[in-house]
């Protein structure tokens, strides 16, 4: 009996050590088949969490490139902005040079207009005085003694030419003019061809043979002889007027206007 008994505690020994094993093995596969299952599980649970880390990451991304875009246009924006700005000022400021320049130009034009009013109606204002001045002078005619007038009609007479064309010389013949210049001014006011006026009344005396008067202030000498178709008393009746020209004093006839004596100025 104890034989049998041992027996059969060994039979059962080596059943469970042949079972255990295998039952092991066994739960090992059925392990090694439960973990690619587990694995996929897994795996499909890390889709979604990477799929919404992608769309995140696209998102950024997007807004990003969404910032940048509005930056740019922002730029783009404040860059034309800023160039109308310019363009504007710049027009603003050419339209003002503009009005300026007209305005400088339309003040100088009026200026000038005035000045030459100005200039024209003091001009007629002198004329004006110098011919109720000449007139007056005229009307007045200072009485002469017989002896002044003997001794001027003597000096014209014997000053007066035989032949005209070859006892005249003019200034640069003579060698040019050397004697006093009139200013301008003094000149502008009282000779050249519309200021005449008469030497009857005017005083007259006679140097070295050759008639002088004196007219504004200054004493006009006869250079040349007067020619000789010329009216006995021009002197007394027709008006003359100095002029100068060719570098030169002359004395011109407003009855003979062709012809020219010249003369020398002092003071």
């Known amino acids: 009996m104890k034989v049998a008994g041992t027996i059969s505690t060994v039979a059962l020994t080596l059943l469970l050590g042949i079972g255990v094993p295998a039952y092991a093995q066994?739960?090992?596969?059925?392990?090694?088949?439960?973990?690619?299952?587990q694995q996929q599980s897994k795996h499909e649970q890390a889709k979604p969490e990477?799929?919404?880390?992608?769309?995140?990451?696209?998102?950024?991304?997007?807004?990003?490139?969404?910032?940048?875009?509005q930056q740019q246009r922002a730029q783009q924006q404040q860059r034309q902005d800023q160039n109308n700005r310019q363009q504007?000022?710049?027009?603003?400021?050419?339209?003002?040079?503009n009005k300026q320049q007209q305005h400088a130009l339309q003040q100088q034009r009026q200026?000038?207009?005035?000045?030459?009013?100005?200039?024209?109606?003091?001009?007629?204002?002198?004329?004006?005085?110098?011919?109720?001045?000449?007139?007056?002078?005229?009307?007045e005619r200072p009485q002469?003694?017989?002896?002044?007038?003997?001794?001027?009609?003597?000096?014209?007479?014997?000053?007066?030419?035989?032949?005209?064309?070859?006892?005249?010389?003019?200034w640069q013949q003579r060698g040019g003019y050397n004697g006093y210049r009139i200013p301008d001014d003094r000149y502008r006011g009282y000779f050249g061809?519309?200021?005449?006026?008469?030497?009857?009344?005017?005083?007259?005396m006679v140097v070295g043979g050759y008639p002088r008067f004196q007219y504004e202030g200054y004493w006009i000498s006869m250079v040349d002889p007067w020619p000789e178709y010329w009216g006995n008393?021009?002197?007394?009746?027709?008006?003359?007027y100095v002029t100068y020209v060719d570098n030169g004093y002359y004395l011109y006839n407003r009855r003979y206007p062709n012809v020219g004596m010249a003369i020398s100025i002092s003071m």
């Open 26 to 37: 066994h739960e090992q596969q059925g392990e090694k088949q439960d973990h690619p299952q």
């Open 50 to 69: 990477q799929q919404h880390a992608q769309q995140q990451q696209h998102a950024r991304q997007q807004q990003r490139q969404d910032q940048n875009k």
């Open 88 to 97: 504007h000022a710049q027009q603003q400021q050419r339209q003002d040079q």
């Open 111 to 139: 200026d000038q207009n005035n000045q030459q009013q100005h200039a024209q109606q003091q001009q007629r204002q002198d004329q004006n005085n110098r011919q109720q001045h000449a007139q007056q002078r005229g009307n």
């Open 144 to 170: 002469r003694t017989q002896e002044q007038q003997r001794v001027q009609q003597t000096a014209w007479q014997e000053h007066r030419s035989q032949r005209w064309d070859s006892d005249h010389r003019n």
């Open 193 to 204: 061809r519309d200021h005449g006026f008469r030497i009857y009344g005017l005083p007259f």
């Open 233 to 240: 008393d021009w002197y007394d009746n027709d008006d003359v």
